[in-house]
Protein backbone atom coordinates (compact mmCIF):
# COMPACT_ATOMS: atom_id res chain seq x y z
CA UNK A 1 0.00 0.00 0.00
CA UNK A 2 0.96 3.73 -0.54
CA UNK A 3 1.95 5.03 2.58
CA UNK A 4 1.90 8.80 1.80
CA UNK A 5 -0.90 11.25 1.13
CA UNK A 6 -1.46 13.90 -1.99
CA UNK A 7 0.31 16.82 0.21
CA UNK A 8 3.43 14.66 1.60
CA UNK A 9 3.87 13.67 -1.95
CA UNK A 10 3.80 17.39 -2.91
CA UNK A 11 6.31 17.97 -0.55
CA UNK A 12 8.68 15.25 -2.42
CA UNK A 13 7.98 16.83 -6.03
CA UNK A 14 8.82 19.90 -4.73
CA UNK A 15 12.29 19.40 -3.45
CA UNK A 16 12.86 17.14 -6.94
CA UNK A 17 16.12 17.69 -9.04
CA UNK A 18 15.65 14.47 -10.90
CA UNK A 19 16.31 16.42 -14.58
CA UNK A 20 17.83 19.62 -15.83
CA UNK A 21 14.00 21.27 -15.70
CA UNK A 22 14.87 21.71 -11.73
CA UNK A 23 18.15 24.48 -12.60
CA UNK A 24 15.32 26.62 -14.79
CA UNK A 25 12.63 26.60 -12.75
CA UNK A 26 11.11 28.95 -10.40
CA UNK A 27 8.21 26.67 -8.89
CA UNK A 28 7.29 23.13 -9.10
CA UNK A 29 3.73 22.89 -10.38
CA UNK A 30 3.00 19.93 -8.72
CA UNK A 31 -1.69 20.16 -9.97
CA UNK A 32 -4.24 21.38 -8.49
CA UNK A 33 -7.71 20.61 -7.21
CA UNK A 34 -9.72 17.92 -5.39
CA UNK A 35 -7.80 15.58 -4.32
CA UNK A 36 -10.55 12.95 -4.69
CA UNK A 37 -11.64 13.91 -7.62
CA UNK A 38 -12.97 11.57 -10.25
CA UNK A 39 -11.91 13.17 -13.62
CA UNK A 40 -8.44 14.11 -14.13
CA UNK A 41 -6.71 16.83 -16.30
CA UNK A 42 -3.20 16.18 -17.57
CA UNK A 43 -1.45 18.99 -19.79
CA UNK A 44 2.21 19.32 -20.74
CA UNK A 45 3.84 21.47 -18.37
CA UNK A 46 4.35 24.85 -16.46
CA UNK A 47 4.63 27.73 -18.58
CA UNK A 48 6.18 31.25 -17.65
CA UNK A 49 2.85 31.85 -15.47
CA UNK A 50 2.39 28.95 -14.08
CA UNK A 51 6.50 28.94 -13.36
CA UNK A 52 6.30 32.02 -11.19
CA UNK A 53 2.93 31.10 -9.54
CA UNK A 54 3.35 27.07 -8.78
CA UNK A 55 -0.06 26.73 -9.53
CA UNK A 56 -1.09 24.79 -13.45
CA UNK A 57 -2.84 26.52 -15.91
CA UNK A 58 -3.38 30.06 -14.74
CA UNK A 59 -2.19 32.31 -18.12
CA UNK A 60 -4.98 32.74 -20.71
CA UNK A 61 -4.95 29.42 -21.91
CA UNK A 62 -6.01 28.46 -18.24
CA UNK A 63 -8.63 31.09 -18.03
CA UNK A 64 -10.26 29.82 -21.42
CA UNK A 65 -9.89 26.30 -19.89
CA UNK A 66 -11.68 27.16 -16.21
CA UNK A 67 -14.29 28.84 -18.55
CA UNK A 68 -15.36 25.68 -20.72
CA UNK A 69 -15.26 23.79 -17.73
CA UNK A 70 -17.23 26.26 -15.77
CA UNK A 71 -19.82 25.29 -18.72
CA UNK A 72 -19.75 21.63 -18.03
CA UNK A 73 -19.92 22.23 -13.73
CA UNK A 74 -16.43 21.32 -13.42
CA UNK A 75 -14.07 23.63 -11.19
CA UNK A 76 -10.54 22.81 -9.52
CA UNK A 77 -12.49 23.93 -6.18
CA UNK A 78 -14.60 21.08 -6.43
CA UNK A 79 -14.81 18.44 -8.12
CA UNK A 80 -11.60 17.39 -10.65
CA UNK A 81 -7.89 17.56 -10.90
CA UNK A 82 -5.53 18.92 -12.48
CA UNK A 83 -1.93 18.26 -13.12
CA UNK A 84 0.93 18.35 -15.93
CA UNK A 85 3.35 15.71 -17.56
CA UNK A 86 6.57 17.40 -16.27
CA UNK A 87 6.24 19.49 -13.29
CA UNK A 88 9.06 22.11 -14.14
CA UNK A 89 8.82 24.64 -16.89
CA UNK A 90 10.67 23.79 -20.02
CA UNK A 91 12.81 26.78 -21.09
CA UNK A 92 11.36 28.99 -23.13
CA UNK A 93 8.04 26.82 -23.10
CA UNK A 94 9.40 23.85 -25.48
CA UNK A 95 7.83 20.77 -25.58
CA UNK A 96 9.39 18.58 -22.15
CA UNK A 97 11.82 16.19 -24.02
CA UNK A 98 10.92 12.59 -23.73
CA UNK A 99 13.50 12.10 -21.46
CA UNK A 100 12.33 15.20 -19.62
CA UNK A 101 8.95 13.17 -19.24
CA UNK A 102 10.64 9.94 -18.63
CA UNK A 103 12.08 11.45 -15.44
CA UNK A 104 8.71 13.10 -14.10
CA UNK A 105 6.47 10.83 -14.67
CA UNK A 106 6.24 8.23 -12.07
CA UNK A 107 4.92 11.54 -10.01
CA UNK A 108 1.97 11.59 -12.11
CA UNK A 109 1.94 7.64 -11.71
CA UNK A 110 1.28 8.40 -7.91
CA UNK A 111 -0.63 11.07 -8.03
CA UNK A 112 -3.24 8.57 -9.92
CA UNK A 113 -2.83 5.95 -7.63
CA UNK A 114 -3.87 8.89 -4.62
CA UNK A 115 -6.89 10.51 -6.75
CA UNK A 116 -7.94 7.16 -8.40
CA UNK A 117 -10.03 9.17 -11.11
CA UNK A 118 -12.34 7.35 -13.21
CA UNK A 119 -11.46 9.04 -16.44
CA UNK A 120 -8.62 11.12 -17.50
CA UNK A 121 -8.59 13.93 -19.90
CA UNK A 122 -5.32 14.64 -21.96
CA UNK A 123 -4.92 18.07 -22.72
CA UNK A 124 -2.79 18.46 -26.06
CA UNK A 125 -0.63 16.03 -28.02
CA UNK A 126 2.16 15.73 -25.33
CA UNK A 127 0.09 14.47 -22.72
CA UNK A 128 -1.66 12.16 -25.46
CA UNK A 129 0.69 10.68 -27.34
CA UNK A 130 2.03 9.22 -23.60
CA UNK A 131 -0.82 8.39 -21.89
CA UNK A 132 -2.97 7.19 -25.30
CA UNK A 133 -1.09 6.00 -27.66
CA UNK A 134 2.30 6.78 -29.29
CA UNK A 135 0.61 8.70 -32.51
CA UNK A 136 -2.55 10.05 -30.84
CA UNK A 137 -2.98 12.87 -33.97
CA UNK A 138 -5.44 15.25 -31.78
CA UNK A 139 -7.23 16.85 -35.18
CA UNK A 140 -8.21 13.20 -35.79
CA UNK A 141 -8.71 11.30 -32.53
CA UNK A 142 -9.83 14.49 -30.30
CA UNK A 143 -13.41 13.42 -28.42
CA UNK A 144 -12.35 9.59 -28.55
CA UNK A 145 -12.66 7.37 -25.37
CA UNK A 146 -10.32 5.04 -25.19
CA UNK A 147 -10.68 2.49 -22.80
CA UNK A 148 -6.83 2.04 -20.82
CA UNK A 149 -6.91 -0.58 -17.55
CA UNK A 150 -10.86 0.44 -17.01
CA UNK A 151 -10.35 4.26 -17.10
CA UNK A 152 -12.06 6.06 -19.78
CA UNK A 153 -9.66 8.26 -21.42
CA UNK A 154 -9.89 11.17 -24.27
CA UNK A 155 -7.38 14.15 -25.50
CA UNK A 156 -8.45 17.41 -26.87
CA UNK A 157 -7.16 20.18 -27.62
CA UNK A 158 -5.02 22.25 -25.72
CA UNK A 159 -6.23 25.76 -24.85
CA UNK A 160 -2.78 27.48 -25.95
CA UNK A 161 -3.82 25.75 -29.10
CA UNK A 162 -7.20 27.12 -28.88
CA UNK A 163 -5.94 29.99 -28.16
CA UNK A 164 -3.75 30.46 -32.19
CA UNK A 165 -6.47 28.72 -33.69
CA UNK A 166 -10.07 29.75 -32.71
CA UNK A 167 -11.54 27.91 -35.04
CA UNK A 168 -11.14 24.38 -33.49
CA UNK A 169 -13.58 25.97 -30.13
CA UNK A 170 -16.66 24.28 -31.42
CA UNK A 171 -14.67 21.40 -31.41
CA UNK A 172 -13.47 21.34 -27.94
CA UNK A 173 -16.56 22.41 -26.81
CA UNK A 174 -17.96 19.38 -28.39
CA UNK A 175 -15.36 17.23 -26.90
CA UNK A 176 -16.53 19.16 -23.28
CA UNK A 177 -19.73 17.88 -24.02
CA UNK A 178 -18.51 14.45 -24.57
CA UNK A 179 -16.81 14.39 -21.08
CA UNK A 180 -19.74 15.74 -19.90
CA UNK A 181 -22.07 12.62 -20.84
CA UNK A 182 -19.28 10.21 -19.56
CA UNK A 183 -19.39 11.66 -16.01
CA UNK A 184 -23.56 11.50 -16.36
CA UNK A 185 -22.51 7.93 -17.13
CA UNK A 186 -20.01 6.30 -14.90
CA UNK A 187 -19.64 9.02 -12.46
CA UNK A 188 -22.70 10.68 -12.10
CA UNK A 189 -21.63 11.67 -8.26
CA UNK A 190 -19.57 14.72 -9.92
CA UNK A 191 -22.47 16.64 -10.00
CA UNK A 192 -23.60 16.02 -6.45
N1 LIG B 1 0.10 24.46 -20.34
C1 LIG B 1 0.11 23.24 -19.80
O1 LIG B 1 0.14 22.23 -20.49
N2 LIG B 1 0.05 23.15 -18.47
C2 LIG B 1 -0.01 24.22 -17.67
O2 LIG B 1 -0.06 24.04 -16.46
C3 LIG B 1 -0.02 25.48 -18.27
C4 LIG B 1 0.04 25.58 -19.61
FE1 LIG C 1 11.82 16.51 -10.99
FE2 LIG C 1 9.85 16.45 -12.78
FE3 LIG C 1 10.92 18.78 -12.10
FE4 LIG C 1 12.32 17.07 -13.57
S1 LIG C 1 10.40 18.10 -14.17
S2 LIG C 1 13.07 18.18 -11.77
S3 LIG C 1 11.63 15.10 -12.73
S4 LIG C 1 9.76 17.41 -10.75
Not at 34 to 39: I, S
Not at 78 to 107: F, H, S, T
Not at 146 to 174: D, Q, S
Request: a positive charge; proline letters at 6%.
Amino acid sequence: MIAITISELKNVVCKCTKCDLSQTRTNVVFGVGNPNADVLFVGEGPGQNEDMTGIPFVGRGGQLLDKMLDEIGLSRNKNIYIANMVKCRPPNNRDPLPEEIDCCINYLRWQFKLIKPKIIVCVGRIAAIRIIKNDFKVTREHGVWFNKKNIEVMGTFHPAALLRNPNNLPYAKEDLQKLQTKINEIAPQVYN
